[in-house]
């Protein structure tokens, strides 16, 4: 799939753009602060219906406006499709999703629609990060391909607010026991159900991920991702998770009421990310680091269009720079080899042999797009 036409109005330091793009690869070039990134977060923001930053829609509207608008006209195997995201800060807040111009009723509508998968310094933190950001980043992919995921995502985050509010009011002395049984068997239900389709997309991924980077190590390191049930037991099959969640709630029933929150779920669990046999967080090298998130994204390109049918597009935000020659090279022709459409930021004019016929070249300065 590919983004054909582009535009943006309003949205953080652009004021209008209308664009088309190549359907291989698009070279974004600007010095730093001239709106590269915003770019590529407007362009994710229309798979996803959101920013990959942890920030407020009202911070994406261009200073001194009050909307932002994304219109994005994409081509697929079927043929195309518009998606458009308006958001309205004025008398009352209002943020619309339109499919083929038709308004839809919810947000989460836009999922699957298009699909994009974002390389950002921030994706660092997949390793180096808290479990907190590497279920973050894994979820807003995982929400792509599986909208149902994301609803249920929702679902559960309601319910541990309700849950929380009850724990914290039993530690007062002013909540019931009983209730909370109630809420706890549809709380272990849904945890279940979300647990479960994560390691269904680990049990697809991983081995994508090992090849990945078997690929661009020349097979000298090998890449494992396994998922940690309340941060310290690795699951791999189904079987067990209901005996888990009812074991570590009857563990933590006491310690949930004296400190009125609640202390299992997927909310608490994380992945570790072991290269050949070694935990990266506290091993790795810096490349160590980012040839593996690298890799872990070369796989979900494969992952996606195994779900989809269709690759995702690529945004890779100040990434070549920082890859070596061979790294760099394999990833050109891997994005080269499967007809991938790739939005490339750089600071300078990239070296990489990239012939004209396939590449478009812009220069961002200030918010404004000239085609090189
Ligand atoms: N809501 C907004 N309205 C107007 N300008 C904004 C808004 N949000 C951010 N900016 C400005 O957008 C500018 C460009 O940001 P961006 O992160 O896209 O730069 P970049 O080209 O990626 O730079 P770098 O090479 O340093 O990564 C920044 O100077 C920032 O102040
Ligand atoms: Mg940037």
Partial sequence: MYIENFKLIKYRNYDYIDENFSKNFNILIGLNAQGKTNLLEAIYYLSTGKSYRPVRDNDLIKW?????????????????????????????????????????????????????VL??????????????DRRRLLDNDIAQVSPVYF????????????RNSLL????????????????????????????????????????????????LTNGEENLEIKYLFSKKEEIKSNNDIDELLN?????????????????????????????????????????????????????????????????????????????????????IQTIKNKEIQCFITTTENLTVELDNSSAKRFNINQGKLIEM
Wanted: some cysteine; proline content about 2%; charged content about 30%.
């Fill in 247 to 331: 074991a570590e709630y009857e563990n933590l029933r006491k310690e949930e009421i004296i400190r009125g929150i609640t202390l299992f779920g997927p909310h608490r669990d994380d992945y570790s990310i072991l290269l050949n046999g070694m935990n990266l967080k506290s091993f790795g090298s810096q490349g160590q680091h980012r040839t593996a998130v690298l890799a872990i994204k070369l796989a979900e390109l494969e992952f996606f269009k195994a779900e989809t049918g269709e690759y995702p597009v690529l945004l890779l935000d100040d990434v070549l720079s920082e890859l070596d020659k061979n790294r760099r090279e394999h990833l």
């Fill in 151 to 162: 609803i249920k995502m929702q679902k559960y985050n309601r319910i541990l607010n309700q």
């Fill in 119 to 132: 390389f950002a310094p921030e994706d660092l933190y997949i390793i180096k990060g808290s479990p907190a």
């Fill in 64 to 116: 001194n406006s009050n909307f932002f608008n994304i219109n994005g006209i994409f081509c697929n195997c079927i043929g195309k499709i518009q998606l458009e995201i308006i958001y309205k800060n004025t008398d009352i807040v209002n943020k619309e999703v339109r499919i083929n111009g038709i308004k839809k009723n919810k947000i989460s509508e836009l999922l699957g629609n298009f699909t994009s």
């Fill in 168 to 215: 914290r009011k039993i530690c007062k002395n002013r909540g019931s026991i009983d209730e909370l049984e109630i809420w706890n068997q549809q709380f272990i239900e849904l945890s279940k159900d979300i647990i479960q389709r994560r390691l269904k997309v680990l049990e697809k991924l991983v081995p994508l991920t090992r090849l990945m980077q078997r690929k």
